[in-house]
């Protein structure tokens, strides 16, 4: 499902994030095996947010795929918040130094930050790293 204007799933987010990356993204991190090992216990919702819309997605033991309101609640749920330029610095292949991550982008960066679900995050951290690397090499990312 293609990124939001508002929270749901419809319309379009930056470009880093349109439609036909998302499911690229998608089938690219359900297909990783390494993920696939190391997120078999992992189930949580990665929100991004920039200043537009909201993407919500659902990583459930190695599926990655939009978070619908019929998976449930009581799932954690880490929310990452940022401008659209930085998501895009974020999301290439070739990311500048402290851009790399969402643990450096957080750290060193003004408009990128983890506004909820920290704790989570630790829990996760290796999951969430894949995720977002395999988005940054996922073809059309960041362009």
């Known amino acids: 499902m ?3 204007d508002t929270p749901g799933n419809a319309g379009i987010g ?9 499911d690229q993204w998608t089938a690219a991190v359900t297909g990783n ?9 992992s189930r949580l919702r990665i929100a991004v947010q920039w200043e537009a819309g909201t993407l919500e997605m659902l990583f459930d033991a190695g599926t990655f795929a939009p978070y619908q309101e019929a998976d449930g609640g ?7 918040k940022g401008s659209e330029a930085a998501w895009r610095s ?13 643990l450096a982008m957080d750290r060193h960066h003004d408009d990128f930050a983890v506004t909820s679900g920290r704790e989570s995050l ?10 977002f690397k395999v988005g940054a090499t996922t073809t059309g990312a960041g362009r």
């Open 2 to 4: 293609p990124p939001t």
């Open 14 to 22: 930056p470009a880093a994030l349109t439609a036909p990356w998302v």
């Open 33 to 41: 095996p390494e993920i696939q090992v190391a997120g078999r216990w």
């Open 74 to 80: 009581g799932i954690e749920r880490v929310v990452f």
């Open 90 to 102: 974020m999301l290439t292949s070739t990311p500048a130094p402290r851009r790399n991550d969402v």
């Open 122 to 131: 630790i829990r996760h951290l290796r999951i969430i790293l894949l995720v």
